[in-house]
Nanobody
């Protein structure tokens, strides 16, 4: 299993970024996927889940209405569209394969920094 995140970077408050996670080594379309983040000096924070077909999503209250999770099963890719970014969104963002509520595989993470 391999998960490779990309798309992070430095953005000003109010800006947008789209993260991608390229998956390989498993049947991507069969599994829920998740985004999890870790801010500097803090623990892991769940951000969002999406079901295997992409028809159901869930979000943490801190990102609801600003972030959108999606997936392209034909491309084995998971996305996170992040709008109206705030400094408190600064974190390393990880995609994770979600197996019955357990995060059994993780990517290496991509840094998102929101600062003026």
């Amino acid at each position: 299993v391999q998960l490779v995140e990309s798309g992070g970077g430095l953005v000003q408050p109010g800006g947008s970024l789209r993260l991608s996670c390229a998956a390989s080594g498993f049947t991507f379309s069969s599994y829920y996927m998740s985004w999890v983040r870790q801010a500097p000096g803090k623990g892991l924070e769940w951000v969002s889940d999406i079901n295997s077909g992409g028809s159901a999503t869930a979000y943490a209250d801190s990102v609801k209405g600003r972030f959108t999770i999606s997936r392209d099963n034909a491309k084995n890719t998971l996305y996170l569209q992040m709008n109206s970014l705030k400094p408190e969104d600064t974190a390393v963002y990880y995609c994770s394969k979600n197996y019955w509520g357990s995060y059994d595989y993780w990517g290496q993470g991509t840094q998102v920094t929101v600062s003026s």
